[in-house]
């Protein structure tokens, strides 16, 4: 299993601002993964972060709004940049140890104002 | 590219009650997960199917996987009330790590 843990665990902001999150995990991983997850919606992937790489990021995500650091296997950080109201989301990192399952950490409620 | 459905969205069921919630998924896959979500809460890991045939049972959950079908599902046997939570079923994207998840089943069980 993997416990993760992230910060902050909620915050207010207001628009134009930018906000860091930082997701932490107990055990060394290849590969991290930000999702978002709107208000009442399912989840989707924003991208996916590699030690030592650049992050790989889905359709409709671009590196200048979520930028995405890796420094280490067990640390990643997702900025939401410039923030409008439309990025108040739950965002959520994620990891796949070494078992099958995939595991989430608590989540970082944003709203923006 | 692989899409997830799954009904119903919104289930009302009594305490009791048997009930069974479908994931249908477009393309190959080789691993189906579900997860339960309570209200303000991340997400909770129930069960990862990988073969053809797998079934899994936790309690009063049981899921199954038909590779052939692209057809998952979570089967609720006598319904509590704390049972009442959003299921979401992912399918990981074939040789990837991405998921894709369903829209998620609001359950909620009445007494």
């Known amino acids: 299993s993997a416990v993760i843990s992230q910060k902050p665990s909620r915050d207010i902001c207001q628009r134009g601002t930018s906000l860091t999150i930082q997701c932490q995990v107990d055990s060394q991983v290849t590969m991290m993964f930000w999702y978002r997850q709107q208000p009442g919606q399912s989840l989707t992937l924003i991208a996916t972060a590699n030690q030592g790489s650049e992050a790989t990021y889905e359709s409709g995500f671009v590196i200048d709004k979520f930028p995405i650091s890796r420094p280490n296997l067990t640390f990643s950080t997702l900025t939401v940049s410039n923030m409008s109201p439309e990025d108040s989301s739950i965002y959520l990192c994620?990891?796949?140890?070494?078992?099958?399952?995939?595991?989430f950490g608590p989540g970082t409620r944003l709203l923006v104002l | 590219e692989l899409k997830v459905e799954q009904n119903p969205l919104f289930l009302s069921m009594q305490e009791g009650k048997n009930y069974t919630i479908y994931c249908n998924y477009s393309?190959?896959?080789?691993?189906l997960y579900w997860y339960r979500q309570d209200p303000g809460k991340s997400l909770e890991s129930l069960f990862v199917l990988l073969s053809n045939g797998a079934v899994k049972q936790e309690g009063r959950l049981m899921a199954s996987l038909d590779t052939k079908a692209r057809l998952s599902t979570l089967h609720i046997t006598a319904a509590v009330h704390d049972l009442s939570a959003t299921y979401f079923c992912?399918?990981?994207?074939?040789?990837?790590?991405?998921?894709?998840f369903g829209k998620g089943t609001k359950l909620t069980v009445n007494p």
């Open positions: 992912a399918a990981a994207q074939g040789g990837s790590e991405k998921l894709v």
């Open positions: 994620s990891v796949r140890t070494g078992e099958e399952t995939q595991y």
């Open positions: 393309t190959t896959s080789d691993r």
